[in-house]
Every structure is written in C-alpha cells, then in structure tokens.
C-alpha cells in the first residue's frame, strides 16, 4: 500500500493549530471580536464532543444534550449568586448535576429505543427548560446574570479573555483526547459494539444496558463542564440553552463534521458557527441558505465533512 | 446415569393462538451432540431462543449444569457457559472478524469498565482470538472486515465468537444455512471436531449432516417432541416417518 497523505487528520490537525495560534491573530491585528466568537464555538465543540460519543460511537441518538448546557450554566450560576465564587467549587458541582441528571434520564430513557429513544430524552430536556422557566429565585424565563466568573484563587484568571480562552481549549483538546482514549478501550469497544449488533452483544455475554448507561453518564458530565464554561463565558445563564433547537444544533454539528469521527464535531462545531456568523452579516434569513447547504452536505456527504475528506484521500 | 448438562422441562410458549413450543422436555447429555430436527415452523428456533434468554418461556424451567437458568437474561447465561450461533448471521459487521472474536473473549474475561488502556493491542485477547480463528480456519481473514467476508466465512466465523467464549454448551441455530456444497462439507468437518470438546446442540436442515453427527436427535413437530432417540431409532421410528422423514424430498440435502 502506498502511502497517501491522510486528508481527515491533516484537516483536523490545520484546525487544532488554527485554533491554539488564534489568540495571537487576534492581538496582532486587535480583532477582539474573532476571539469572543471562537472561545463560544470552542465551548460548543466541546459540548459537540461529547455528543459525538453516545451518538457516533454509541447509537444513541439523544435529542435533549442541551440540557447539560443548561445544568453545568445553573450549577455556576446558582452558585455565583448564593456567593459560592470558587471554581473549584462550581466546576465540581456542575459536573456532579450533570452526571446525576444523565445517570436518572439515562436510566428511564435507555429503556427505549430508535424514535422514542429520541422522544423521551428530548422531553426531559425540555422538562429542565421548564423547571429553569419557575426558578423565579433564579430569574425564572428571564434567566441569571452572572457578575462574577468562577474564581480559580489566582491560578487562572477567567476573565482574561485570553487565558479564558485557552482554558476552554485546552478543555477541548482534553476531551477529545479522553474520548479517543474511551474508544479504544475495552469500553469503548463493547459500546461501539452495542451500537452495531446489541442482540450478538448481549449473546456473547456483555449487560448491555449498564455499559450504554455509564457511556450516556460519561457523555453528560463532559456536557456539563460545556455548560459551566458557556455560563462563564456569557456571564449570564438562561432556560433558553436548555430548549430543544439547541440540542438540535448540537446534534447538527455532529452530523456535519461527522458522526463517529473524533474530530468531525470540533469541525462541524467551527464550520456551522462561523457560516452562521457570516450568513447573519449578509442577511437575516441566514437560515434560508444554511438550511439547503445542511442538506446538501447530509445528502452527499454521508459521514459529514469528516467523511467526504476521507473520501478525498482514497482518490 | 450422571446429571444431564442441559435440563429443559415442560416449557411452554405461546403466540396469541399459536403454541409455538408445546410442553418440550429434552435432555442433553455431558458432551453429546444433541440435533433437533423438524420441519418448518415446528418451532426449533422459538425453541432455541428461550434457552439462550432471549425470549421467555410461559411456563416450564431450563437448567445448565444442575441451575436454573429459565429466567436469567442472555448475558447471564453467556457468562455460565451458554455460547449460541445465529441462524441469520448476527455479527458486528463494521468490525474485523478478529474484533468479533476478541470482543467475546473480552466478555469472559472480567468486567469491561476499563476506560483507558487499548483494547485492540491487549495481547491476552488478541491470542484468544487468533486461537479460535484458527480453529474454524480464518487466521488469515482475522483483519478483514466482516462486511467483506463471504457469506461462508461469516458461518464460520459466527463459530469462532461462540467459542471463544469458553461455553460448556454450544447452540447452533442452522449452521449450514445458505452454504454450498464444499463450505457444508467443511462445516461438518469443523462440528466433527468441535463435539470432541464441548456439548453440541445443534438445529439443522440438513439431514445429511445430522445424521452424520449426532449422537442423539430430537423430532419437533408443531412445537411438540414427538421423538428422541439415536439416529438409527429416529431412522425406524413410525411416526416419525410419517411425520417427517416420510416426505421424501426433505431426506435428500437441499442446500
């Protein structure tokens, strides 16, 4: 076999580099804005990540991912205003909520499967955005501003943009990493597997719930850490994360860049965020053109951006 | 004489109307091979499937090994030594033939919540697979991907992950199916040397093999035994004949 240069990794490796080298763009021609833009769609790769791991590697298709969003957001900022400033406090409980809730709906919710897998897991998720709606303590629909980021004691500073960036990069980057490492362990295996013939799995000898469960837990906790930093990037927390079209974009972002593809959601997550940003600079039915260059890319582009790269460098 | 490996009693089954498995007791003895014959919708594979756990009887009890095993799940029964093939190929089709393997020799060996180390170069497993690659002669496939193995292959292969899960008892749901002529042969060949080590109970069309193989044979008829006995009584049994054996095309091989 003659080596040919591997199109997916090279795209994936020019996008990380692009990613860690933007800071210094930014301060070199004093465009903050790109900054402030990219640390959300960092944040938003990370929550795409994680999706990827149920829905890519696991089958699972849960439409209600939004909701670790919400949770991770609420933990910080209920927190912040209770006058629990720490970071060392706020991201710990922002990943607990999230791994409780996702332990409980994953409990019910795998119970099911296909459409209603989809259905159950998106009526829970909206369920949160209606109990975040009655938090009148918390602001209710309105939703909580944030005055203070989390505090790390001087080890980080949150709010310096660029540390604050690089912090949800290297979250990223850290997750990724976790995710790939998952994959390929017997873990991830059996769960790759249950994807593929639950039914052969469960004749071989694998409990396949306990092990779709821990995987639905793993993928909400890192969920959740998207969450806290998202409230912490905004200053502000509102129901408004939780409901359903941004599970949906969560979900879009999987498909684009590539489902069961390491890096296609940190793709996926860029492209669709910054087509969004330059399609609403031209028009404000920036969805009109989105929505048929989406469908062009899940028509042709089977295995999303990630996929039709691979297709590239077989030739 | 010494307890049977597999002990199924009065096991009922219904489908709305229909009692698909009609009070069927059977015994399979410490390393017979065991072939339970019948013709279309006698309700061999209903049959199979309450004893591997994935359906559930109305009534009656299965026990392995002197244990009930009536209502544990399948993975259960898998790990007390219960290994079954499919009679529709049933494997991980976007794995290599030797990731099917490994994946069952990973079930037998512990829990799985491991999240970190690499499982395809765990070299424990890894053996294992190869091992029983080799065994129904696939070494040289191991890291082909399933959806490109030929459907032969995919028979054998289907034999490899059942054993590589250790069973003490073997359930092969229709083998044979779908094979030519020289794949059945070698499938025989490859039973023929299996029932040396482990218990076979084996649902199979092909008369020729079975008579070939078994030790004993089991008639079922609408969902009812009406038959258990060497293949020699099988052969003289009356009812049988009419039942079954009688109808002449079904004796020659249709493969």
């Keep these: 076999m003659k080596t040919t240069l591997n199109v997916p990794s090279a795209a994936a490796a020019l996008v990380v580099a692009g990613l860690v080298l933007l800071p210094l763009y930014s301060q070199l ?3 903050i804005f790109v900054l402030t833009l990219f640390t959300r769609i960092v944040i938003l790769a990370l929550a795409a990540a994680s999706l990827n791991l149920i829905m890519g590697y696991g089958g699972m298709m849960s439409f209600g991912h939004a909701a670790y969003l919400g949770i991770g957001g609420y933990a910080v900022g209920i927190l912040a205003q209770e006058g629990f400033g720490s970071g060392f406090l706020q991201f710990p409980v922002a990943l607990a909520a999230s791994a409780l809730f996702a332990l409980v709906i994953g409990a019910l919710s ?42 790390f004691a001087g080890l980080i500073n949150l709010s310096d943009r660029v ?106 997550a860029v492209v669709y965020l910054v087509l969004e940003e330059l399609l609403s600079q031209v028009t404000e039915y920036w969805a009109l053109i989105m929505g048929p260059l989406l469908l062009l890319i899940v028509l042709f582009g089977r295995g999303g951006i990630m996929g039709l790269l691979g297709r590239f460098s077989r030739g | 004489m010494a307890e049977p490996l597999l002990c199924v009693k009065d096991l009922v089954r219904r489908f709305g109307g229909i009692t698909a498995t009609d009070r069927v007791s059977l015994d399979v003895a410490q390393g017979e091979l065991h ?26 009890s299965i026990s392995l090994a002197g244990r009930d095993i009536t209502h544990l799940p399948a993975w259960r029964r898998s790990a007390l030594g219960l290994a079954r093939s499919f009679q529709v190929t049933s494997l991980l089709l976007d794995f290599t033939a030797a990731d099917n393997v490994a994946l069952a020799a990973q079930a037998h060996d512990g829990h799985s919540f491991r999240f970190l180390g690499d499982a395809r170069k765990e070299r424990g497993l890894r053996d294992q697979a190869l091992a029983a690659l080799q065994r129904v002669g696939l070494a040289e496939r191991a890291h082909v991907l399933v ?82 006995g060497a293949p020699s009584e099988i052969r003289q049994n009356e009812e049988v004949k009419r039942a079954y054996l009688g109808d002449q095309h079904v004796v020659v091989r249709h493969a």
């Design chain 2, 35 to 60: 072939a339970i014959i019948g013709p279309n919708g006698a309700g061999k594979t209903t049959l199979i499937s309450q004893l591997t756990g994935h359906l559930a009887p109305d009534s009656g």
């Design chain 1, 29 to 31: 021609t004093g465009n």
């Design chain 1, 163 to 268: 540390q604050f960036y690089y912090l949800c990069l290297a979250c990223l980057l850290g997750v990724v990493l976790l995710i790939w490492r998952i994959v390929n362990s017997r873990f991830g295996l059996v769960v790759q597997g249950l994807r593929s013939n639950e039914q052969r799995m469960q004749a071989i000898g694998f409990p396949a719930k306990r092990y779709k469960l821990v995987c639905f837990v793993i993928a909400g906790t890192l969920c959740g850490l998207a969450g806290a930093l998202l409230a912490n990037n905004t200053d502000f927390v509102s129901p408004a994360v939780m409901y359903w079209t941004r599970s949906g974009d969560l979900m879009v972002m999987v498909i684009l860049g590539g489902m069961g593809s390491l890096f296609g959601p940190v793709i996926g």
């Design chain 1, 110 to 151: 795998l119970r099911t499967r296909g459409v209603y897998f989809i259905m159950i897991t998106l009526a829970f998720a909206q369920m949160a955005y209606y109990v975040a709606s009655g938090l009148a303590r918390y602001g209710g629909d309105d939703g909580l501003t944030i005055y203070n980021r989390s505090d």
């Design chain 2, 147 to 228: 959806s490109r193995l030929s459907h032969g292959e995919q028979r054998e292969l289907e034999l490899a992950v059942a054993l590589a899960t250790r069973p003490q008892l073997l359930l092969l749901d229709e083998p044979m199916a779908g094979l030519g002529v020289t794949e059945s042969a070698r499938m025989v060949t490859l039973l023929r040397e299996l029932r040396k080590e482990v218990t076979i109970v084996l649902v199979e069309h092909d008369m020729e093999a079975v008579f070939a193989l078994a030790d004993r044979i089991s008639v079922l008829v609408y969902g009812r035994v009406i038959a258990s």
